[in-house]
């Protein structure tokens, strides 16, 4: 990419493959991009610290499954402060992703994206060492206190990360992230087994320490070889973008599967402990079956929506509504009279990773299509917004669904719990079916007034007429 990356001469705007504007490749260089689909050095360099930067932060996410609502328990918090302490994560990354999406162009992508993996690994490290604080206020205001640094330096390294990725390829980016969601489903695969086996074998400050290091490691590796972007500073906002029609319902979808994932945080490994009476070690193991089959299908969903764009509303209507039932099914909710099994348990899981990428991998690529149909400039400063506006509903999702889901799983109980967690998709699947619906109507009636069918029976009796 070189120059051309920076320039911008001749990019396609990364909904182009939905019908939006396209500009054509210039001359011969457009013509032999064309020809040749091998990446370039920079582009294999981008995705190579795209892919640190998922595989590591989803690890040290996933990591505190397994044990830390556990240990959270002995240390003095409810159910609910251990939701708060992992909603806290997604309060403070759902503002971050909104400020810095708007001023990435001024940051710099670049910086962004190192500074935020540099003091995401700092405070991975300080979080291993609050077993050392004592019980109680102290202990859980520390908890709350480095997640909320952790969340802000996520928040800037992903929001730079998506931005990157999609001046970088702009014409397929739902099949790079798509691909891309193979390593973070590898951090979520990895992480929680991981991170049970290293709780159980060398105590509470092991798995942090560990992941830490690793994540410092990857930071100078980062700077060498991760290509710089420059953008001119754009006044489009946030406000202008997120009040479009199209863009809020798909804000709903995102916030709809950020909840649910979300919820199954502090939840899930207290019911697999409590109900299957596995030992801590092989909770990890079974959210296996969600990462697995949402790593594995993420690709193959990316290549599809950016290959028949016309699909990608299909595939967000009926992910979105699998995710519901799934979510129903999960406990089972009792009034189905289901007694829960493990087998059904991860089978359910790995069907909500499927659903969840059919939801999630069209997403991005709608929103930039649905920006560039409606004016916004092309460039590094709109792909910060939408990244942002991405980060930020997701963020949003994950402060609900945890606090919600601890505060259900106290009352209610996870089946129940987990029934009223799936009314997030299935509100969301039946209003973008919905939307889509008026949509589709508005436009052929748009198409219909255009084209009148009288103008063409006319123009046809008059060729008649004529011969």
Known sequence: MGSRAESGEGEQPPGASGGSRVPR???????????????????????????????????????????????????????????????????????????????LSQIGAKFMFVAGMFVSGCVTILFGMLDKVSSGPMFISLCFLVRAMDAISFAAAITASFSILAKAFPTNIATVLGSLEIFTGLGL????????????????????????CIVLALVPVNMCILPKYDSTPSKESFWKLILLPKVLVLCLTIFSLSACLGFLDPTMSLFILKKFKLPTGYVGLVFLGLALSYSLSSPLLGLVSDKLPYIRKWLLI???????????????????????????????????GFSLGMSAIPV???????????????????????????????????????????????KLGFEWAAAIQGGWPLISGLSTGIFFTIEATRRSSSSSLQNPPGDNEERTHLIGNET
Do not use: D
């Open 189 to 212: 695969v990895l992480g929680p087994p991981l991170g049970g086996f290293l709780y159980q074998s060398f105590g509470y400050e092991v798995p942090f320490i560990t992941l830490g």
């Open 25 to 103: 490749p210039h001359g011969r260089a457009g013509a032999a991009g064309e020809r040749s689909r091998r990446l370039t050095t920079e582009q294999l360099f981008t995705l190579v610290s795209a892919a640190s930067i998922n595989f590591s932060s989803t690890m040290c996410y996933s990591i505190l499954g397994p044990f830390f609502p556990a240990e959270a328990e002995k240390k003095g918090a409810s159910n609910t402060i251990v939701g708060l302490i992992f909603g806290c994560f997604a309060l403070f990354n759902f503002s971050a992703s909104l400020i810095l999406g708007n001023y």
């Open 364 to 410: 991005f690529p709608e929103i930039l299509q649905c920006a560039y149909e409606n004016g916004f400039e092309e460039g590094l400063s709109l792909l910060g917004l939408v990244s942002g506006l991405f980060n930020a509903m997701w963020s949003l999702g994950s402060f609900v669904g945890p606090i919600l889901g601890g505060f259900l799983y106290e």
């Open 318 to 352: 009926s992910g979105n509504l699998i995710t519901g039932v799934c979510f129903f099914m999960l406990g089972p909710a009792p009034v189905l009279h289901i007694e829960s099994q493990l087998w059904m348990f991860v089978l359910v899981l790995v069907l909500i």
